[in-house]
């Protein structure tokens, strides 16, 4: 499967913004439907954001859309994620994922620590 490795997490004061990178060493990432995932301290893995390998159509979990936004780059085999407006309860430890449809989610980044300040 392919490799992924994330980064961009950061401090940062609520209200400000922060992008975040999900690089694949695969060579069949144009393939892929890409996804988001955060950790919480004391929530389960939630789903964030994903954006699918045909069109690039997207989706986003209630509690980020109008302030996150996820793309990709197919040529840098690169998905990001922008997050505007942050907010302390964004605070988690954000996961990079990938599968091809109908298999689910088979790799995963090791993920890269948000913290929003209040």
């Known amino acids: 499967q392919a490799q992924l490795v994330e980064t961009g997490g950061g401090l940062v004061q609520a209200g400000g913004s922060l992008r975040l990178s999900c690089v694949a060493s695969g060579r069949t990432f144009s393939t892929y439907n890409m996804a988001w995932f955060r950790q919480a301290p004391g929530k389960e893995r939630e789903f964030v954001a994903a954006i699918r390998a045909s069109f690039g159509a997207t989706s986003y979990a209630d509690s980020v859309k109008g302030r996150f936004t996820v793309s990709r780059d197919n040529t840098k085999s690169t998905v990001y994620l922008q997050m505007n407006s942050l907010k302390p309860e964004d605070t988690a430890v954000y996961y990079c994922?990938?599968?091809?449809?109908?298999?689910?989610?088979?790799?995963w980044g090791q993920g890269t620590q948000v913290t929003v300040s209040s």
């Open positions: 994922a990938g599968g091809i449809g109908g298999y689910g989610y088979t790799s």
